[in-house]
């Protein structure tokens, strides 16, 4: 395990509800450049999760929590045990060609929850006019491999110059493809991924290598 208060950053998009198998074709996903889908993590896994990462997070560390509607009361919840814990900021990142949906709202957004270790001295680096909606377009790409719910490096660059500086430690204990570690070293910090898929760990190790 990683050691007591060793994060300054954790920056993670827990695995939830995704799966693609059946519409590689109307995704324009070809089955041999598809990625296999994220292992589900039980609601009953959340609750030890955050305690691990409040675990890590060093005093007045941060952590930034990326999910979809269907999952925010279960993190929510979890986070809210901890008394050390304070919530900073609720950020929706709106995306374009939401998944189609059948009598019912097409989603077209993530929720972006941001929280602190401590009530005071975090990191916040002010960018020109911080608003809480950030409007940024998910990777469209013909060809090469495709994931599931790849993040956008633009979305992972934002938390990271906002709450980290240059030679911190970020943690992402669901990493996946490796966007985080990747955009954390382009940003001059340091990066450590955990993944519970060896396919996505590897994956993960070629990014943040090649990450200049």
């Not at 060093?58 to 925010?72: A, F, R, S």
């Not at 279960?74 to 949906?101: M, P």
Request: glycine share 8%; net charge positive.
């Amino acid at each position: 395990p990683l050691p007591d208060s060793f994060a300054d950053l954790v920056v993670t998009d827990p695995p939830f509800s995704i799966n693609f198998d059946g519409r590689s074709s109307a995704y324009n996903r070809k089955k041999n450049n598809v990625v296999g889908s994220y292992l589900e993590m039980p609601i009953e896994d959340i609750f030890p999760a955050v305690s691990e990462i409040v675990r890590i997070l060093k005093p007045y560390g941060t952590l930034w929590i990326v999910m979809g509607w269907n999952n925010l009361r279960h993190w929510e919840n979890a986070v809210a045990e901890h008394i050390t814990i304070t919530q900073i900021g609720h950020v929706i990142w709106k995306y374009q060609f939401g998944v189609y949906a059948k009598k019912k709202p097409v989603c077209s957004h993530y929720h972006l929850l941001v929280y602190t270790k401590g009530k005071r001295h975090w990191t916040w680096n002010q960018q020109d006019y911080d608003e809480d909606v950030w409007v940024i377009q998910r990777p469209y790409q013909v060809g090469g491999l495709k994931y599931p719910n790849k993040l956008p490096p633009e979305v992972a660059r934002e938390m990271i110059i906002r709450s980290s500086n240059p030679g911190d430690v970020v943690v992402d204990p669901f990493a996946g493809s490796g966007t985080t570690g990747a955009v954390a070293r382009r940003l001059g910090r340091k990066a450590i991924l955990i993944d519970v898929s060896l396919e996505y760990c590897g994956l993960a190790k070629e990014r943040v290598e090649h990450a200049v």
